[in-house]
């Protein structure tokens, strides 16, 4: 069988930097020609750090219950408990991204996988919520690294006639983070303690560290300066905006510290965009979102996020709080939800290509945002669980959908050389959302009266949950605007 340069895309892309290297082509070359146990090791290399982030993550969301009890946490302190990672994820997202251009993807990919294995003994060690809340930053700082530098040195280590599959199988592992992080969390919770959630990043660091420096090329991008300012204006505009909306009912919606956070923020954040603009060596280019199928498959990143993981933030504690469920009870009873993006997401980006990218991921939104609106009702102290079992199901296919394919889009037609910017983009409009469904989830939750005690928690989890819904499903309308996304081949 014949090759060409399309089907090596690193032979195109043998470019030197502003410092004279060029290190793609030579790199990936060798790599590929190593033959199929390369690819796997390059995936494994790729995956595992992403799959350590994914996992706390989720793991973190199944422990509030017992850190409530623990610490006395209020349900403010809970959501910055996950709030501080995606916070400080979003904010220096891009930045590690233009870190990575300029000294080398791999090394500042695994400098983040150290900074987050060393925050994680951090968070293992806390004793109060303060130290728990910055060493849950910590972690987001690390994460920040890992996560767009993935995607970016799986994209450019494979073949363009083997990425979709690469990609596919990628989707897949974060799917797998999603079905064993509340089981994982569960177990050693009930098993161990809290702590052991943490600690147990320790030897997967150690090891992912030395994967990716025996697997992975260290390739460069531009040398350009540091967007500083855009790195402050983004980062407090983001903050402020996420604290407005977590104090607003505390402390009042017309409180001058809500107003304050929210409109401040909101000004950092259009005054960032206009930064932006004008700035030489911008942290987000906007010439990017010129490219139909990367801005609309960044509002489905946004809005799949802060419906998807805003809801799970109340269920989870549902089960726990009303139900009386354990941790890992509570995980098994979710186990058919997150076990199933484990399964869907690669045979997504295995036929993406054959059905199309946005028939894929419209399907999910729809499956996922009506699961939500399904199970809305059901949020009762009397329901038995096997009424929980088919709209889990359900949502938990419909976010396997959604995640290659929406990967796919996002590097569909962009060039080699900003598929980091790329890649950090959405991933950092993904944490946004993320942090903003958590807050604006919690908002309505005790807005409406929720407390986190079993005879109030459903009176405020059921219309958190209606919102959630409601915003993938507006999310699935917006993704008909993508292109089909289907390749010639398959088309014809």
Do not use: C
């Not at 932006?276 to 498959?297: G, N, W």
């Not at 946005?358 to 939104?365: D, S, W």
């Amino acid at each position: 069988m014949s090759t060409t340069v399309e089907d090596h895309p690193g032979a195109a892309d043998a470019t030197t930097d502003a410092s004279g290297r060029a290190p793609l082509a030579g790199a990936e070359g060798s790599k590929r020609r190593r033959g199929p146990r390369a690819l796997w090791l390059v995936l494994l290399a790729s995956a595992l750090p992403m799959f350590m982030a994914t996992l706390d993550n989720l793991v973190m969301t199944n422990a509030l219950p017992v850190l409530h009890a623990e610490f006395g946490a209020s349900v403010e302190e809970l959501q910055w408990f996950m709030n501080a990672y995606t916070l400080a994820f979003a904010s220096t997202i891009l930045m590690a991204v233009a870190l990575g251009d300029r000294y080398g993807r791999r090394t500042v990919f695994v400098l983040g996988i150290v900074v987050f294995t060393l925050s994680s003994a951090f968070a293992a060690l806390a004793t109060d919520p303060g130290q728990l809340i910055a060493a849950r930053a910590l972690q987001g700082f690390g994460a920040a690294a890992i996560m767009p530098l993935s995607l970016t040195l799986l994209a450019g280590s494979v073949s363009l006639a083997r990425r979709p599959l690469a990609i596919g199988i990628w989707g897949g592992v974060a799917g797998l983070g999603v079905a064993v992080g509340p089981l994982i969390g569960g177990a050693v919770i009930e098993g161990m303690s809290w702590q052991a959630i943490f600690w147990i990043n320790v030897p997967v660091g150690v090891i992912s560290v030395a994967l990716a420096l025996l697997a992975l090329p260290n390739s460069f991008g531009a040398r350009l300066r540091a967007d500083v300012v855009g790195l402050l204006l983004s980062g407090i505009g983001l903050l402020a905006l996420v604290y407005g909306i977590v104090r607003g009912n505390d402390a009042g919606w017309d409180s001058g510290e809500v107003l304050a956070g929210l409109i401040g923020g909101g000004i950092l954040l259009l005054a960032f965009l206009a930064w932006e603009r004008r700035a030489k060596a911008p942290l987000l280019p906007l010439r990017l979102f010129r490219d139909r199928s990367f801005s609309i498959a960044n509002v489905v990143g946004f809005g799949f996020s802060f419906g998807a993981f805003g809801s799970i933030f109340i269920l989870i504690q549902f089960l726990q709080v009303v139900q009386g469920a354990s941790p890992f009870e509570a995980a098994v009873q979710t186990s058919p939800w997150t076990l199933a993006p484990m399964v869907v997401a690669p045979l997504a980006g295995i036929f993406a290509s054959r059905i199309g990218t946005r028939t894929l991921i419209v399907a999910g939104l729809v499956m996922l945002g009506g699961a939500l609106l399904w199970l809305t009702p059901l949020l009762e102290a009397d329901v038995a669980y096997a009424s929980y079992v088919a709209p889990f199901l359900i949502a938990g296919a419909g976010m396997g959908l959604v995640f290659a394919p929406s990967a796919t889009a996002v590097l569909a037609t962009m060039a080699p050389d900003d598929h980091a910017k790329a890649s950090g983009t959405n991933s950092m409009v993904r944490e946004v959302g993320v942090a903003l469904g958590i807050a604006v989830s919690t908002a309505v939750f005790t807005g409406a009266g929720g407390q986190l005690v079993p005879d109030l928690y459903t009176i405020g989890a059921q219309p958190a949950v209606v919102v959630g819904g409601a915003v993938v499903l507006a999310t699935a309308i917006a993704a008909m605007l993508l292109p089909a996304g289907r390749s010639r081949s398959a088309a014809h």
